[in-house]
């Protein structure tokens, strides 16, 4: 399952915002990435997310498999302010 979301944060993209978006992902049992550009990273692995570099208004896709896919693509896409 995919979806494309548009980066809306309040906060710059840092260290502590990463940090709890790892955090949300790590909630789920699915397998989770995000793609920006050619770039695709773990959403569980922190040094991985922090590589992607997330800027408000940047469009990435967020890609979940697994039992609880549709409900950690949510989240996330909340997290990220949609």
Not at 17 to 27: D, F, G, M
Not at 39 to 58: D, F, P, T
Not at 59 to 72: F, S
């Given at each position: 399952?995919?979806?494309?979301?548009?980066?809306?944060?309040h906060?710059?993209?840092?260290?502590?915002p990463?940090?709890?978006?790892?955090?949300?992902?790590n909630?789920?049992?699915?397998?989770?990435?995000?793609?920006?550009?050619?770039?695709?990273?773990?959403?569980?692995?922190?040094?991985?997310?922090?590589s992607l570099?997330?800027?408000?208004?940047?469009?990435?896709?967020?890609?979940?498999?697994?039992?609880?896919?549709?409900?950690?693509?949510?989240?996330?896409?909340?997290?990220?302010?949609?």
């Amino acid at each position: 399952m995919k979806r494309s979301v548009v980066v809306r944060m309040h906060e710059e993209l840092e260290a502590r915002p990463i940090a709890n978006l790892v955090q949300v992902a790590n909630k789920y049992a699915s397998k989770i990435h995000l793609q920006m550009g050619e770039a695709r990273v773990n959403a569980k692995s922190i040094m991985g997310m922090m590589s992607l570099a997330l800027m408000n208004g940047e469009t990435v896709v967020i890609e979940a498999e697994g039992e609880d896919e549709e409900e950690a693509i949510n989240a996330l896409a909340r997290f990220l302010g949609e």
